[in-house]
């Protein structure tokens, strides 16, 4: 079974707006990291948070990080077209095992 | 750097017909995965080898898929029989840290569509 959920299912937004996307896991996690999907194309490592961050920055992306609440959200500021894709969370255990969500699908439009 | 190779891109199939995957990893990638990723799901890990050996296979479905890592390298998967529920995207993965450590940074193939008819 999937590890967690994500929600939304799926995000409209047009370009230059900030899209959010919020993703909660059930057991106890060494680091969560977040995979971007383009059509038809594997999976793209975006970045990780440990367990002891709060919040970690990489470019247009800002990754928070609530381990009393086992959540997570994705924000990806002054979007583009080219940030359409379907997001994916993965909690990661102390053994580099990955769980992935169902994960967000994002449609950004000119 | 070359990234995953998986081939074929495509297969279609008919249900209790075999079919395989191959998968070719980044060079010098210790830990290969194997995923299955249903439509509007996310992946879920199949197997996962470090150089040759499985360290994981739990959620492999033995009675019909079998898997394996000759020489540390490539990799295959087998479906046989196949069976509707197995239509889905079937995406390979390698990283260079070993199995045990907790910051994994996984690269992805571009996957194999499966679809059983």
């Known amino acids: 079974s999937q590890q967690g959920e994500e929600d939304p299912q799926a995000l409209s937004i047009q370009e230059g707006e900030n899209a959010t996307m919020n993703c909660s896991y059930k057991?106890?996690?060494?680091?969560l990291q977040w995979y971007r999907q383009n059509s038809g194309r594997g999976l793209v490592h975006l970045i990780l948070i440990r367990s002891n961050e709060r919040e970690k920055h990489s470019g247009r992306l800002r990754v928070t990080l609530d381990t009393s609440k086992k959540s997570s959200s994705l924000l990806i500021t002054a979007s583009r077209a080219a940030d359409t894709a379907s997001y994916f969370c993965?909690?990661?255990?102390?053994?580099?095992?990955?769980?992935f969500g169902a994960g967000t699908q994002v449609v950004v439009t000119p | 750097e070359a990234g995953v190779a998986q081939s074929p891109r495509y297969k279609i199939i008919e249900k209790r017909q075999s079919v395989a995957f191959w998968c070719n990893p980044i060079s010098g990638h210790a830990t290969l995965y194997w995923y299955q990723q249903i439509l509007g799901q996310g992946p879920k890990l199949l197997i996962q080898f470090q150089n040759n050996g499985v360290v994981d296979d739990s959620q492999l479905p033995k009675d019909r898929f079998s898997a394996e890592r000759l020489k540390g390298v490539d990799s295959t998967l087998k479906i046989q029989p196949a069976k509707l529920e197995d239509s889905a995207v079937y995406l390979c993965?390698?990283?260079?840290?070993?199995?045990?450590?907790?910051?994994?940074?996984?690269?992805f193939g571009p996957g194999t569509r499966l679809t059983v008819l």
């Open positions: 993965a390698s990283s260079l840290v070993a199995f045990g450590t907790a910051y994994n940074e996984q690269f």
């Open positions: 057991t106890s996690i060494n680091n």
């Open positions: 993965a909690s990661t255990d102390s053994w580099g095992k990955l769980q």
